[in-house]
């Protein structure tokens, strides 16, 4: 079963959601970002993301219709993409 996920919530309430992170951390301290969040990381494109996703290189979490990247998974992808180059 699933740990549910819990949802980071600003104690700040002068940060309007333009510049909240849009990121959620599980029971198990595991961080999830939007696709949005992760493109911009990266510096591309969110075509270019969900290409990557489409080819399997990059997991995701589907929670609803809602799509999530954990850093887990964001940093498997960053070190095979870099053992790819070599």
Known sequence: MNA??????SASPEI??????????SASGTQFM???????????????LRRRIAEGALRV?????????SQT????FLAASRGAES
């Not at 979490?61 to 990247?69: E, T, V």
């Open 34 to 48: 939007t696709l949005r969040d992760v493109a911009d990381i990266l510096d591309v494109s969110l075509s270019t």
């Open 61 to 69: 979490h589907r929670i609803g219709r809602a799509i999530r990247i």
């Open 16 to 25: 309007d959601s333009a510049t909240k992170p849009h990121s959620a951390e």
């Open 73 to 76: 998974d964001l940093a498997a």
């Open 4 to 9: 549910p996920l819990i949802f980071c919530q």
